[in-house]
T-cell receptor, first 109, second 111 residues
C-alpha cells in the first residue's frame, strides 16, 4: 500500500493521559500535514512540515500538542494531558496534492 | 479558521440527477482542490484546479474556478447512490503551502 498510513485507527483514552499518533506519508512526498476534524465540520489545519522542518503551526496547536518529523519521513503527533475537547478525528496528509490517510479517531472519556 | 464556505450545506437529489456544489473563499490562491469524505472515513482527493485554470474535468466531475469572484463549483453528473458523501473544497493561499478547508456540502443521492 503506497498511500498515507495512520496508526492507530482508533484510540480511546482517559482524560489526563498522553496519546501519540503516527503518520507514514507517501515516500517521495516532502510535505506532511496534520489536521483535526470534529463531527460535521471541515478539517482544521494544525501544522505542516517540509522535510523535518516544522514550518507553520496553528493557534489551535496548544502547548499540550507537539508534532515531530525527525528524519523527514514519518511524523508523530502527541497530545499531553488529554481533555474531552480533544476528541476528534486527526488526519494526516502528504503533498503535493494533499493525499490523506484514513485518520485516527480519538475519544477521550 | 476556515477560508472556504460551501453552498449548499446539504443537498438531496434523486439518482441520475446532477449535483452542483459551490465554494467561496477569501484570499488569493495558488490552487483549489475538491475532496470527498464518506462518513467516518478519510478524505479522498477528487480534483485540483490551479489559479490559472478555469475548468477541469475528471470522469463525471466538472470543476470550474472564477478567481475574480473567488468561487469554484463542483458538478457531479448522472449522480449515483455511491456519490452520497460530504464534499469539501480546500484552498492553498498564495505564498503558503497549507490547505484551508471549507465547511462542506453533505450530498445525499436517493436510489
Amino acid at each position: 500500500d503506497t498511500g498515507v498510513s495512520q496508526n492507530p485507527r482508533h484510540k480511546i483514552t482517559k482524560r489526563g493521559q498522553n496519546v501519540t499518533f503516527r503518520c507514514d506519508p507517501i515516500s517521495e512526498h516532502n510535505r506532511l500535514y496534520w489536521y483535526r476534524q470534529t463531527l460535521g465540520q471541515g478539517p482544521e489545519f494544525l501544522t505542516y512540515f517540509q522535510n523535518e522542518a516544522q514550518l507553520e503551526k496553528s493557534r489551535l496547536l496548544s502547548d499540550r500538542f507537539s508534532a515531530e518529523r525527525p528524519k523527514g519521513s514519518f511524523s508523530t503527533l502527541e497530545i499531553q494531558r488529554t481533555e474531552q475537547g480533544d476528541s476528534a478525528m486527526y488526519l494526516c496528509a502528504s503533498s503535493a496534492e494533499a493525499f490523506f490517510g484514513q485518520g485516527t479517531r480519538l475519544t477521550v472519556v | 479558521s476556515q477560508q472556504g464556505e460551501e453552498d449548499p450545506q446539504a443537498l438531496s437529489i434523486q439518482e441520475g440527477e446532477n449535483a452542483t456544489m459551490n465554494c467561496s473563499y477569501k484570499t488569493s490562491i495558488n490552487n483549489l482542490q475538491w475532496y470527498r469524505q464518506n462518513s467516518g472515513r478519510g478524505l479522498v482527493h477528487l480534483i485540483l484546479i490551479r489559479s490559472n485554470e478555469r475548468e477541469k474535468h475528471s470522469g463525471r466531475l466538472r470543476v470550474t474556478l472564477d478567481t475574480s469572484k473567488k468561487s469554484s463549483s463542483l458538478l457531479i453528473t448522472a449522480s449515483r447512490a455511491a456519490d452520497t458523501a460530504s464534499y469539501f473544497c480546500a484552498t492553498v493561499t498564495s505564498g503558503t503551502y497549507k490547505y484551508i478547508f471549507g465547511t462542506g456540502t453533505r450530498l445525499k443521492v436517493l436510489a
